[in-house]
């Protein structure tokens, strides 16, 4: 308990699971993250490249 406290030793999730229900606490926290479009991805705003054709 004490490395985990001080820092010297980070719990894998199972662990910190564990420990979330033996101290009642919440140790882990659920984020989301939004993705950036790829360039893959269509815009909905056109380009001059959508407009021009290119040989």
């Known amino acids: 308990m004490h490395h985990l406290e001080i820092g010297k030793l980070e719990p894998s999730i199972e ?5 979330e229900r033996l101290l009642k606490i919440n140790l882990i926290e659920t984020i989301e ?3 950036e479009k790829t360039k ?7 380009t001059i ?4 054709k290119t040989e």
């Open 15 to 19: 662990l910190a699971r564990k420990l």
């Open 33 to 35: 993250v939004e993705q």
């Open 40 to 46: 893959q991805e269509k815009s909905d705003v056109l």
């Open 49 to 52: 490249g959508d407009i021009l």
